[in-house]
Structure formats: C-alpha cells, structure tokens
C-alpha cells in the first residue's frame, strides 16, 4: 500500500488520497518524496535498459521457436517413415 501510494504521490502530491491518517504523516510525506524516488531509480537502474531486456527476449524466443521448428520436422520425419512402415506391414499381412 505505502510503495502504490508513494507512487501516486510522484504524480500528485496534492491527492485528497493523502488526508488519510496513514498517509498524512509528515515522515510518510518525507519517505515517499526523498526515499521511494531514489529506491525506485535503482531499481530501474538494476534492471537493465528496456530495450536491450526486449531484444534479450526475443532472441531467446526465436532460439525456441527455430528448436520447435526443428523438433516438429523430425517428428515428420519419424512419422512418415513408421507410417511408410506400417504401410509394408499391412501389405505383407494381405498377402
């Protein structure tokens, strides 16, 4: 509750949300506009850049589905030769 509503208060710090007991404090008012900011920019930081964490995901995506790709292929491959298999087999038991 406290980390949402210092949230809100980057935003609007005028909010009638911080009237409330819990939220009026001056130390909360203190907390949420020198402590959250600065925690929640390291925590950005920690993070990594988005757009290196988009391009991470998408490779790893595109390794997956080039795997499944790959996977479905021999499984084609598996069952048109135990289809072809099966095709002797009945043909040997008709004679």
């Given at each position: 509750m406290?980390?949402?509503?210092?949230?809100?208060?980057?935003?609007?710090?005028k909010?009638?949300?911080?009237?409330?007991?819990?939220?009026?404090?001056?130390?909360?008012?203190?907390?949420?506009?020198?402590?959250?900011?600065?925690?929640?920019?390291?925590?950005?930081?920690?993070?990594?850049?988005?757009?290196?964490?988009e391009?991470?995901?998408?490779?790893?995506?595109?390794?997956?589905l080039?795997?499944?790709?790959?996977?479905?292929?021999?499984?084609?491959?598996?069952?048109?030769?135990?289809?072809?298999?099966?095709a002797?087999?009945n043909?040997?038991?008709?004679?």
């Amino acid at each position: 509750m406290c980390k949402s509503a210092a949230a809100i208060y980057q935003v609007r710090p005028k909010s009638s949300l911080f009237c409330l007991p819990a939220l009026a404090s001056e130390e909360v008012k203190l907390w949420m506009s020198t402590v959250f900011p600065s925690q929640l920019a390291a925590l950005g930081a920690a993070g990594g850049d988005p757009v290196d964490l988009e391009q991470i995901q998408a490779s790893a995506l595109q390794q997956a589905l080039e795997q499944m790709r790959h996977l479905s292929s021999l499984q084609t491959q598996q069952l048109e030769a135990q289809a072809t298999q099966l095709a002797h087999l009945n043909d040997k038991l008709d004679c």
